[in-house]
């Protein structure tokens, strides 16, 4: 196989007020058979920007990618945030393996 990245846990707030700091921790795993380097891409839905975090990991060990207070702020509406986590492949590109909506 290779490395591959599953997400295990998103832990942030479920509900906040308009203008509140989203902050919390997603940990994704390498489920795969050898080291390597994640990605993890995090989209907020409602206006389309993006975050990157990246970190190295060995087989069955799980990286903590922190959403620091005042990155990202709580819309005046409904919101969704999409997490895809990635591997790097043998040719240098990123391979999406999870993706999950928070």
Do not use: C
């Amino acid at each position: 196989m290779a490395a591959k990245a599953q997400i295990v846990s998103i832990n942030l707030p479920s509900e906040l007020s308009a203008g509140e700091s989203i902050s919390g921790n997603i940990y994704v795993k390498n489920v795969g058979d050898s080291e390597g380097v994640f990605r993890l891409l995090v989209t907020t839905l409602w206006d389309g920007k993006q975050y990157l975090g990246q970190g190295t990991a060995g087989v069955g060990e799980t990286i903590d990618f922190y959403i620091p207070p005042g990155l990202i702020t709580m819309p005046n509406q409904d919101a969704s945030i999409r997490f895809d986590a990635m591997h790097q492949a043998p040719d240098g590109n990123f391979v999406t393996d999870d993706s999950k909506t928070h």
